[in-house]
């Protein structure tokens, strides 16, 4: 499936200093997939592993929590931020986790080389919210791209986002609600779980007063 392109995100690069450098020249291609040729996911892991898609991950530390959580699940976690993806080889490679694996890009781009039903969970949690009305179509959750990452999920897969910004919580429910093929609970959110890990920009939201909502939709 091929959709509309939609740019979520304006790359930057900054400075990452000598062991940052280091932890992507030397590290990162033990765990590197690529976002435009990811394959099957079941082929990432040997043995294979229910795959689960992270989207955003940031500095990885909710990643990390997941990969110890669940060493019965692969983690594929993309990401444009290069000093997040440098971060999260290095500490892959020294807690010696082996059920992560790491795309640098684009997860649109990710996700569309993906095959369709392969995967067993998708999480993006604190997507961009891009709050200005005029930056809403690059935000990740709009009907085009919900329909593609539910397009990916294997029947009875997860998609769950997870949101401090209320108003992107509506624009999540409803787009959720609006895709014939995800279900939710009636209540439509759902309590926050107590597995999923509190992530860095869920602790800047709650410093700052703002209450986090989660959404977790089924593939039918
Ligand atoms: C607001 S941060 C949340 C990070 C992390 N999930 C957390 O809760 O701490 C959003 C993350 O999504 C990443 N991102 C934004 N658009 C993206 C895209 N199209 N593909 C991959 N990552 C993207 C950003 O680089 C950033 O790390």
Redesign the pocket.
């Known amino acids: 499936m091929t959709t509309a392109r939609v740019?979520?995100?304006h790359a930057r690069r900054g400075r990452l200093g000598p062991e940052l450098n280091d932890a992507l020249d030397d590290l990162l291609p033990r765990y590197a997939v690529a976002v435009q040729s990811p394959g099957d996911p079941s082929d990432l892991f040997d043995p294979p592993l229910p795959v689960v898609l992270?989207?955003?991950?940031?500095?990885g530390?909710?990643t990390l929590a997941m990969a110890r959580l669940e060493p019965d699940r692969g983690i594929l976690a993309?990401?444009?931020?290069t000093r997040?993806i440098a971060s999260l080889a290095r500490a892959l490679d020294s807690e010696g986790l082996t059920n992560v694996r790491v795309a640098h890009?684009?997860?649109?781009t990710?996700v569309e080389a993906l095959p369709e039903s392969s995967l067993a969970g998708i999480r993006?949690?604190?997507?961009?919210?891009w709050p200005k009305a005029r930056h809403h179509k690059r935000r990740?959750v709009q009907p085009v791209t919900v329909a593609l990452l539910a397009s990916r999920l294997q029947q009875g897969g997860t998609l769950h986002f997870?949101t401090d910004w209320p108003e992107y919580g509506e624009q999540m429910l409803e787009v959720v609600s609006a895709h014939s093929s995800l279900v939710l609970p009636g209540t439509g959110f759902t309590p926050r779980p107590e597995w999923r890990p509190v992530?860095?920009?869920?602790k800047a939201g709650l410093t700052a007063g703002r209450p986090v909502v989660d959404l977790i939709a089924t593939r039918a």
């Open positions: 740019r979520t995100f992270e989207i955003g991950f940031g500095m530390d909710a993309v990401d444009v931020h997040g890009g684009d997860a649109v990710l993006a949690w604190f997507p961009d919210p990740l997870a992530t860095r920009y869920e």
